[in-house]
Every structure is written in C-alpha cells, then in structure tokens.
C-alpha cells in the first residue's frame, strides 16, 4: 500500500497484520496511521486477526494488561494460544522482528466471572477472584516495519506489540508489600538487571476490574483458569538471536527463555 489511508478503515489494518503473519515479514505502518480511529476498532482488528488465524471464539485463556500509570486507561490484548509456552521454552526456530524483553507476574482466575459480577469489581473484590501467580516472559515483537515506534492504536491492534509469552510455574497467590518485591532478570551476558518495587501500577493486581470488564465486555464469562499477565517490571530490555533469558522474582521462583 503505497497511498495513505485518509479515513479510519480498520479492516485495511487486519488485511496488513494477517500478510506480516502469514509471510513472516513486517510490513509498513505508515500508509495506516490514520486508519484506527480509537482503541474500540483497535481492539476490533485483534479480534478479527484471531479470528482468521485460528478460529477463536469466546473469551481467550490467555492475555496481556497494563498500562503506564494507575490514572492511565490500560490496554488488553488476547494472546494467541500458540504462542504460550512453559518454561523452560525455546524460541530459537522463532522468526522476530524485534527481541525485547519485559518480566511480569501472570495472574490466574480461582472461578468463571460473569460479565454482571465484571461490572462492578472493584480491586479488592478482583484480588479475592485470583488463586495463582508466576513469573513470565513477554517477548515483544511486532509485524509493524517501525516496532514500537509505530502509532500506538497499531501497535494496540498488533497485541500491543506481542511474540509470545513464558510462564514459570505456578503458586498460590498471596497479598504482598510489592513495594518490597525484588526481581532480576539475566539476558545472555549483558549485566544483570535488577529491580524492586517497580511495577507501573504498583501492585499487579490493580489491572484486574478493567481487565475483567474488558474481556466480558461482550456478555460472556471469563473462565476459571484465565490466565493475565499484569505489566512489565523493567521496562523492554534488548535482547539478541541465542541469549538465554532468566527472570525471578524473589519467593516466587524463576521463568527462562532461550531466543
């Protein structure tokens, strides 16, 4: 597409993202960077980019939630179930675009919640829905020429810039001083990275009532065993083909990745 789009058309953008997936080759967002005019039909071409690559109806058991701060609106994205892997994985036969790293702690639901219950959590109420926590890898890729330097609502419509996701194993999931949580993360030689209290919410569990209303959105229940990773601990970390990846967080073991 050489001309860019001088109106909102969504479907311009899933006909872009399904070719950069089905060719294993970013393509250019610029010709599209008018072509989303807010999160709801960014959130429309994941749905329908999943739906054309693997047939996905209802709620997914997988996703990603997070944002910059508690006062900012949080961006969820529906993970594709292949992509989901447990540690240790290999991600060595993965083609990327980009290699970057953010270290999480991944939530998951004791029971089903309806879209009536969904409405009205509050963040207290969510943190009792949870039974289970462990530590993840998100690596962040992009079909997007740009990567992360492409239009937010594109990169939104992308999975908010999703590879694929590791988790560690799982625990029972406790309230904590995570003000007080310490994490580390080692990639290939580079020095270790770490880090103590700096989750952007400052507390995983905040994401939890926007992300329920969210996934519920359409009427249906999320289910119990939904998986949710909650935002990154260290920001994106560069990393390269052949490093191996290790996070931790302290008392709660560790995940690796080999890229």
């Not at 709620?59 to 892997?85: D, M, N, Y």
């Not at 969510?126 to 289970?132: N, P, Q, T, Y």
């Not at 020429?145 to 999931?173: E, M, N, T, Y």
Request: proline share 5%.
């Amino acid at each position: 597409m050489s001309d860019k789009v001088q109106k909102a058309d969504p479907v311009l953008v899933a006909v872009a993202l399904l070719q950069a997936r089905r060719d294993c080759r970013p393509v250019d967002s610029r010709p599209l960077a008018g072509a989303l005019r807010d999160a709801e039909q960014a959130y429309a071409v994941q749905t329908w980019v999943a739906h054309a690559l693997h047939g996905s109806d209802g709620v997914a058991r997988h996703w990603k939630s997070g944002g910059p701060s508690r006062e900012a609106t949080a961006t969820h994205a529906a993970l594709p179930p292949q992509g989901v892997w447990t540690s240790p994985a290999d991600a060595a036969d993965l083609r990327c675009n980009l290699r970057l790293i953010e270290v999480e702690i991944a939530l998951r639901l004791a029971r089903d919640v309806t879209a009536a219950e969904a409405g009205t959590v509050t963040h207290d109420d969510a943190m009792d829905l949870v039974d289970s926590m462990a530590v993840s890898i998100e690596l962040v890729d992009s079909r997007w020429q740009q990567g992360i330097d492409a239009p937010p609502l594109l990169k939104l419509a992308d999975l908010q810039s999703h590879g694929a996701l590791v988790l560690g194993a799982w625990q029972p999931f406790e309230k904590r001083d995570w003000s007080q949580q310490a994490c580390s993360v080692s990639i290939g030689n580079r020095p270790l990275e770490l880090r103590r209290g700096t989750h952007s919410m400052g507390d995983p569990s905040w994401v939890l009532p926007a992300w329920l209303r969210h996934v519920t959105r359409e009427g249906a229940s999320a289910s119990k065993g939904t998986v949710v990773t909650t935002g990154t601990w260290c920001g994106m970390l560069p990393a390269s083909k052949g490093d191996l990846v290790i996070a931790g967080f302290d008392g709660m073991g560790e995940a690796s990745l080999q890229l």
